[in-house]
């Protein structure tokens, strides 16, 4: 679990530096998002200079009441890029919550390892690795 939230923060870094082309997102429906009752929302997303459109795309954000919202697609991106288009009011989230659960998934196995005696085992492998 760890080494999967270290991937993904990875690829929430490498992907924070690629280009952003800014453009419009219009609505065209809502999907249930699982039992709490979440919304995705899906539509359609055209570049400010009409290059670019993105059919069937989740929008990471929210539409104003005219059901559209000024969004960005990061094409080059490694984390959705042609899927998912970002109102840009909430991209820290993608940059803090990987790290954090990969240090809360790490101290989590400490854990599990020190309750089941296994710590000392493996610090001593450990020890044993580097010195090889």
């Known amino acids: 679990m760890a080494a999967f939230f270290i991937v993904i923060s990875a690829f929430a870094a490498h992907d924070r530096g690629e280009p952003k082309i800014w453009g419009t997102f219009t609505e065209e429906r809502r999907e249930l998002a699982g039992r709490r009752g979440g919304d995705v929302i899906i539509g359609r997303w055209i570049s400010a200079d009409a290059h670019v459109t993105l059919d069937d795309v989740v929008l990471t954000g929210s539409t104003g009441p005219d059901g559209h919202a000024y969004a960005y697609a990061q094409p080059t991106a490694y984390l959705g890029p042609n899927e998912t288009v970002n109102d840009g009011q909430s991209e820290w989230v993608g940059y803090v919550l990987p790290p954090v659960f ?6 989590f196995l400490v854990l599990l390892l020190w309750a089941w005696g296994d710590l000392a085992a493996v610090v001593s492998w450990l020890r044993g690795l580097r010195r090889t």
């Open 102 to 107: 990969a240090v809360l998934s790490i101290a």
